[in-house]
């Protein structure tokens, strides 16, 4: 296997019908751009070129794993061209200590991306996502941001928004991919999608997990082995919730949950809690709303891991 990993895009295809041969056939080259200009310039020639191309843009921060793996796949499912950042935002943070302390093991995550057959990786600098003259904007997120994570994260979807939108306007992409696993993230893109011009459409895939039922998280690495195999029990508390809510009241199904959460030694509930999905408001009844879903943040081992599952789909 090889790559590129040069400052700025040197490459060009003067002959794209090379690049899908390559894409299609091989699958082992990944150009690795850093400079926004140089991502922006590459991808406006892929269109020139062949206008009908489909790009497909999964936004990271690094310290990949299968989760993140199964969204490059479904991107290159669907789109012709894959496009994957791995950005650890700063205005997403809260404590400087946790950006400081996010994992960055870069080779790992370029081999992923080649394994899974990623096309273009964007390596950012601050400097390239946020330029001297960006002003961070405030984005009407019908108080969505301050719900449930956001309550105990001022700030951290205005982050998120930020670079996105930032992201957008870079790749203009065609679709963008998200986990479910952050489920308050996809409420959020859907939301800033709603609010700018030419945004891409939304995916959401399904969350990854491990064997055992825990989602899979870049934070996972931070439990024991033990204490990784046990917190098993938090996809446990969410799938024996729904099976009960055929028998009980969702009120009555969220205490038992509850009560068998707080059995676990080392557990600690940040929420639980069932929601609307279009509002992020709570609701005690599933007939409260058209759509419903169970948002958990347990914190065991002192790390924070979120979880959720949906109670009524959409429609
Ligand atoms: P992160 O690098 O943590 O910002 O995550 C980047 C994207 O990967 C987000 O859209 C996450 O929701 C998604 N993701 C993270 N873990 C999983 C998982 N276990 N299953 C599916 N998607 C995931």
Redesign the pocket.
């Known amino acids: 296997m090889f790559y590129n990993c040069k400052d700025t895009a040197v490459f060009s295809y003067n002959n794209h019908a090379a690049l899908l041969y390559f894409k299609y056939f091989f699958r082992i080259y990944m150009h690795i751009i850093k400079a926004s200009d140089d991502l922006s310039n590459y991808l406006n020639s892929i269109r020139t070129d062949n206008p009908k191309v489909t790009i497909g843009f999964v ?5 990949l794993h299968a ?2 793996a ?2 490059v796949e479904a991107s290159i499912t669907k789109s012709d061209i894959t496009v994957c950042s791995i950005f650890v935002n700063p205005t997403q943070f809260g404590e400087m200590a946790d950006l400081e302390k996010y994992p960055k093991p870069i080779e790992k995550d370029i081999d992923l991306l080649i394994k899974h057959g990623c096309d273009v990786l964007f390596l950012p600098k601050y400097e390239d996502v946020y330029p001297k003259e960006y002003v961070q904007q405030e984005f009407d997120l019908m108080g969505i941001d301050h719900k449930i994570e956001g309550a105990s994260r001022p700030g951290h979807f205005q982050g998120v928004c930020n670079v996105l939108y930032r992201f957008f306007k870079i790749v203009a992409p065609d679709e963008a991919y ?5 489920f308050q ?1 996809t409420v959020v893109a859907n939301r800033l999608a709603a609010l700018i011009d030419s945004p891409p459409k939304i995916v959401i ?5 491990e064997l055992s039922g825990l ?4 934070r996972n690495i931070r439990l024991s082995d033990k204490g990784r195999n046990n917190a098993a029990f938090i996809y446990k508390a969410l799938t024996d919730l729904v099976s009960d809510l055929n028998e009980m009241s969702l009120v009555d199904a969220l205490k038992k949950a509850k009560q068998f959460i707080e059995a676990q030694k080392g557990a600690r509930i940040d929420y639980f809690v069932a929601v609307d999905i279009e509002t992020l408001e709570e609701i005690t009844s599933l007939d409260e709303c058209d759509s419903a879903a169970l948002l958990t943040v347990i914190e065991y081992e002192g790390v924070r891991l979120l979880d959720n599952i949906i109670l009524k789909p959409r429609e």
């Open positions: 936004p990271t921060m690094g310290a989760g993140h199964s969204l998200f986990g479910q696993k952050d993230q895939v399904p969350i990854k997990r989602a899979m998280s870049s």
